[in-house]
């Protein structure tokens, strides 16, 4: 498959949250990061977003 969703629920404060936050440099969610395929953030996005924002970045990426 060419692409791999992970939804990571951060909502409850927990250490582990708040470690994986600060790992990502995220304040709160919501966040979509997208990732290469080696696992190197090409694009960020912080906040709710609509899918037209969004779609512009997954049609590049999938001619890459």
């Not at 090409?42 to 970045?57: C, D, H, M, N, S």
Request: glycine fraction near 6%.
């Amino acid at each position: 498959e060419k692409w791999l969703a992970i939804q990571v629920d951060v909502t409850k404060n927990t250490k582990q949250t708040g470690e994986l936050l600060h790992h990502l440099n995220l304040f709160a969610p919501p966040a979509i990061i997208l990732l290469d395929g080696q696992g190197v953030e090409t694009k960020r996005f912080q906040g709710v977003i609509e899918a037209q924002q969004l779609l512009p970045y997954l049609i590049k990426a999938d001619h890459t």
